[in-house]
T-cell receptor
Framework: DTGVSQDPRHKITKRGQNVTFRCDPISEHNRLYWYRQTLGQGPEFLTYFQNEAQLEKSRLLSDRFSAERPKGSFSTLEIQRTEQGDSAMYLC???????????????FGEGSRLTVL | DQQVKQNSPSLSVQEGRISILNCDYTNSMFDYFLWYKKYPAEGPTFLISISSIKDKNEDGRFTVFLNKSAKHLSLHIVPSQPGDSAVYFCAPGSSNTGKLIFGQGTTLQVKP
């Protein structure tokens, strides 16, 4: 399977614990995006990378959230001192931005569901 | 500040009829407009897109219409099939960042 993969698919944690999610994008894709989706809402943009550079962060991304893409391939999203309000589906997406045949499509993974007790 | 609105949370249509899903946006900087489909416990999957230089794009049973002056787009599915039952998200974006802004979604149910 050469699509976007996310790990773990499900995470249950206690309030105050740290959690980390990993995303492996489609191999040739240079852009990587993190979104968060809560029940009944559409995905909300969190941050994105072009190669290893983090180019934009949403104001939704509080100081407890940090994302990295150290070698321009996989990415991690860490949440420190989790709160119940962090419970959501965390979605990763990737795309190839090379100016050719652009359709706007982001390729999404299946998501990592976080439950904070 | 909600830049993208899908005002109908749900829509129910009979198999074989047309489904029309609507979306309104406020940001004039959007230059690409996408529709995604989502099943429970899966990530969104791309359905169809249109650039701001066009007003219609068709792909099989799916057609997207863009009215830039009204800042409105719609997705037409004809004929609708039970397998089309899912949540549909409108997602405009900027070709500069590639970032998409999603609406709240419309749950489509196609009845056999």
């Amino acid at each position: 399977d050469t699509g976007v993969s996310q790990d773990p698919r499900h995470k249950i944690t206690k309030r105050g614990q740290n959690v980390t999610f990993r995303c492996d994008p489609i191999s040739e894709h240079n852009r990587l995006y993190w979104y968060r989706q809560t029940l009944g809402q559409g995905p909300e943009f969190l941050t994105y990378f072009q190669n290893e550079a983090q180019l934009e962060k949403s104001r939704l991304l509080s100081d407890r959230f940090s994302a990295e893409r150290p070698k321009g391939s996989f990415s991690t999203l860490e949440i420190q001192r989790t709160e119940q309000g962090d419970s959501a589906m965390y979605l990763c997406a990737s795309s190839l931005m090379n100016g050719q045949g652009y359709t706007g499509e982001l390729f999404f993974g299946e998501g990592s569901r976080l439950t904070v007790l | 500040d909600q830049q993208v609105k899908q005002n109908s949370p749900s829509l129910s249509v009979q198999e074989g009829r047309i489904s029309i899903l609507n979306c309104d946006y406020t940001n004039s900087m959007f230059d690409y407009f996408l529709w995604y489909k989502k099943y429970p416990a899966e990530g969104p999957t791309f359905l169809i897109s249109i650039s701001s230089i066009k007003d219609k794009n068709e792909d099989g049973r799916f057609t997207v219409f863009l009215n830039k002056s009204a800042k409105h787009l719609s997705l037409h599915i004809v004929p609708s099939q039970p397998g089309d039952s899912a949540v549909y998200f409108c997602a405009p974006g900027s070709s500069n960042t590639g970032k998409l802004i999603f609406g709240q979604g419309t749950t489509l149910q196609v009845k056999p």
